[in-house]
């Protein structure tokens, strides 16, 4: 991988960590945001007018020749394939994290990555046969249709500070009523306070008409990361 910076580049690098540790810095890095929303995103996104600064430094200021060897890495990452956008679901956020060591005299290139998996399931039961049997009556005077093993499912999911149920049960298209809305909110909330924030989590209450049960099926989600070193050199 070396050889892709001439021995003038090289020594440009040397006067650029002769800066950072000048600033009182040893080790510093850029982080380049790599996460669209609505598609993947490739190295050619990139907008390096908007890299300015090395983080957690915001006055440490990236010198312009720096940046142009930077495109050139990148490049080279480019071209060799060694890059592709995280083929997983739940993507959290995704970053080009460039780690300079100054002292060392070395830059790492890697690709950064978080995401949402599923953690242990749980599992609650509750007897509300008096209450299952209003809720059976009002859905019927609104034109439901109970299945004949009696069993609807309200499913739900959250993160990031938001969460909510699906509205309508899984058997049948018919909203959930207000007071079956309410009763899910208060068991998720008295069970698993804060499954709506940060990784959140998801599952589903299945109402059995037929014995007057309720289950809460819930998994929290967990956080996992993983770095893709995508190059390194030494100067």
């Not at 009182?24 to 850029?30: F, L, M, S």
């Not at 940046?67 to 993507?91: A, H, M, V």
């Not at 609807?152 to 999911?157: E, F, G, I, K, P």
């Not at 599952?203 to 770095?227: A, P």
């Amino acid at each position: 991988m070396n050889e892709i910076l001439t021995p003038e580049e090289k020594k440009y690098l040397e006067r650029v960590a002769r800066y950072i540790q000048s600033m009182g810095e040893k080790q510093v890095e850029i982080r380049i945001e790599a996460n669209e929303w609505d598609g993947k995103t490739e190295i050619s996104d990139i907008v390096w007018e908007d890299v300015t600064h090395f983080d957690w430094n915001s006055s440490l200021e990236i010198p312009s020749g720096f940046i142009e060897i930077l495109q050139k890495i990148f490049n080279y990452i480019d071209e060799s394939g060694r890059y592709s956008f995280p083929d997983i679901d739940g993507l959290n956020y995704h970053d080009f994290l460039i780690d300079i060591d100054a002292a060392g005299k070395s830059i790492t290139v890697s690709n950064i990555y978080g995401y949402y998996a599923a953690g242990d399931g749980e599992e609650i039961e509750f007897e509300e046969p008096e209450i299952m049997e209003e809720w059976k009556d009002q859905l019927e005077t609104n034109g439901a249709e109970i299945p004949r093993d009696g069993v609807l499912t309200a499913r739900y999911s959250g993160g990031g500070d938001d969460g909510s149920m699906d509205g309508v049960f899984d058997e049948i298209n018919q909203q959930l009523p207000a007071s079956i809305e309410d009763f899910c909110y208060d068991q998720l909330s008295r069970n698993f306070s804060g499954w709506e924030n940060n990784e959140g989590g998801d599952g589903s209450f299945m109402f059995n008409f037929n014995d007057g049960t309720i289950t809460l099926y819930h998994t929290g989600n967990i956080e996992e990361s993983e770095s893709d070193t995508l190059f390194e050199i030494d100067f």
